[in-house]
């Protein structure tokens, strides 16, 4: 944790351009954030022109409000206007809420892979994709 969200750590994110960042906000208090990138292959899908969902997070206080489905929109949206052909993300094999909130907006589990938590822990998740092409996500 103190390597991945120290202040150096956090302020090279932020200057990367490749990120993509977007803040949802209620009732002018910052409630959540999402991190995406365009155009990020992954060697299980096949599609191109694929967006990647890095990051969506929204604090525990705002949960109940559909923010979440909000900022999510607004990614796909995003990433349709930028000529993407789909999303995809990572998601933890356990996270059953997550994945139920991903297969409501049309993504679906692709393979499954580990996520290296550690130089020596891994964690089974999910490669979840969306393809816009064979979705109605308005």
């Known amino acids: 944790m103190k390597k991945a969200y120290n202040l150096d750590a956090i302020k090279k994110e932020l200057a990367n351009p490749v ?3 977007h803040i949802i906000e209620h009732e002018a208090t910052a409630a959540g954030f999402s991190k995406m990138a365009l155009t990020m292959n992954h060697p299980a899908i ?3 022109r694929v967006s990647k969902m890095d ?5 525990d206080s ?9 900022l999510l929109r607004h ?5 349709k206007s930028r000529g993407q052909n789909g999303m995809w993300l990572v998601v933890w094999v356990g996270n ?6 991903y297969e409501k907006f049309g993504f679906r589990i692709v ?3 580990q996520f290296h938590l550690t130089d020596t822990h891994l964690s ?7 393809e816009y092409a064979n979705n109605n996500v308005q």
């Open 55 to 59: 990051q969506i997070y929204l604090l």
């Open 19 to 21: 990120n993509i960042y």
């Open 75 to 79: 990614n796909i949206d995003y990433s």
């Open 96 to 101: 059953t809420t997550a994945i139920s909130f």
């Open 46 to 48: 096949a599609l191109e």
């Open 62 to 70: 705002f949960h109940g409000l559909k923010l979440g489905a909000k």
């Open 111 to 113: 393979v499954t892979d």
């Open 124 to 130: 089974p998740c999910y490669i979840m994709l969306l």
